[in-house]
């Protein structure tokens, strides 16, 4: 999420001047947060819209700050990637998503996103290995989610046939915001797209989203990818989304992230429902 890295730094800005010395703050800050295991994950639900139960989850990380409270994302990854904090914090990501799940009543699918860094910079295949052998998840449980800024060079492109073949699914994450959606599309044979939320969020009111919506509903079933449409909010749109064919849906009227405790209550009820 390029486009919010600005906001990266504003944590630590209240009694430090020196955009630098604010920048070196929050990377310690999150150095210390990463050893003394305050970062935690969230887990969103995803729902089945034909069959009306959950699919998965999707794990989505908290900075869980002694002090300033929760801390979302967007505030502290781009951080991590300029530090390279997202190396080590990645893997603890991947390994912690997987055996959460191993621990859920239900064996759904867990979806976890990559930094376009962690794959610049790391042996991501290796990664996801170790964290499937370490968890014991089933490669098919696990659904590996990256943006268009993800540059797909062939050495990349070949990390992802290599997971591909060992089970693992990927997924092309807020698809339509890029410049390039189309032609990225083109160069890798993904398992899903995941609708961005603004057509969701837009598609009740503008005849233009739900076309956009449609068209790349369409598209995904041609290419033999299935989609998620995210930021899920009204049943007006779920019912919208149903008639246009999407596979699953994720977003507040279905449930907010919530943490491991919560989660696995919520897949033991929805088990029973
Ligand atoms: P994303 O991958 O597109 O994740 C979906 C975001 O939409 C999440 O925000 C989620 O809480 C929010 N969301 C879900 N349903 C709704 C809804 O109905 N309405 C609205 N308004 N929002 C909804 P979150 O958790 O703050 O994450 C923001 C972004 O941070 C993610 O966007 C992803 O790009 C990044 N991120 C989150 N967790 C991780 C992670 O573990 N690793 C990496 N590399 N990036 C992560
Ligand atoms: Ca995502
Ligand atoms: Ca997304
Ligand atoms: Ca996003």
């Known amino acids: 999420a390029k486009s919010d890295s600005d906001s990266g730094y504003r944590l ?4 430090l001047k020196d955009p630098r010395a604010e920048r070196r703050a929050l990377e310690g800050a999150l150095r210390s947060a990463h050893e003394n295991r305050e970062l935690e994950l969230f887990y969103q639900p995803i729902l089945d819209i034909a069959t009306n139960r959950m699919w998965g989850c999707e794990a989505l990380v908290r900075w869980k700050h002694p ?14 990637e300029e530090s390279g904090l997202i190396g080590p914090i990645g893997d603890w990501i991947l390994e912690e998503a997987c055996r959460t799940a191993m621990t859920w009543p239900l064996p759904l699918a867990v979806a976890v996103n990559l930094s376009p860094v962690q794959f610049r910079s790391r042996d991501v295949f290796a990664s996801v290995r170790q964290a499937l052998d370490a968890s014991g998840l089933p490669a098919r449980r696990l659904i590996l989610e990256i943006t268009e800024s993800v540059r797909l060079t062939e050495e990349a492109t070949a990390t992802l046939r290599r997971l591909k073949a060992l089970g693992v699914s990927i997924a092309l994450d807020d698809f339509g915001t890029g410049y390039a959606s189309m032609s990225y599309l083109s160069s890798f044979p993904f398992d899903k797209i995941k609708i961005d939320q603004s057509f969701v969020r837009a598609m009740m009111d503008s005849p233009d989203s739900r076309a956009i919506i449609k068209a790349t509903i369409s598209l995904a079933n041609d290419l033999k990818m299935s989609t998620t449409a995210e930021g899920v909010e009204t049943e007006e749109q779920l019912a919208a989304l149903r008639q246009a064919g999407a596979s699953q849906a994720q977003g507040y009227l279905i449930a907010k992230p919530m943490p491991r405790d919560a989660i696995a209550a919520f897949i033991a009820e929805a088990q029973n429902a």
């Open 12 to 15: 630590y800005d209240a009694n």
């Open 67 to 80: 002090t300033k409270g929760m801390i979302l994302p967007l505030q502290f990854i781009t951080a991590a």
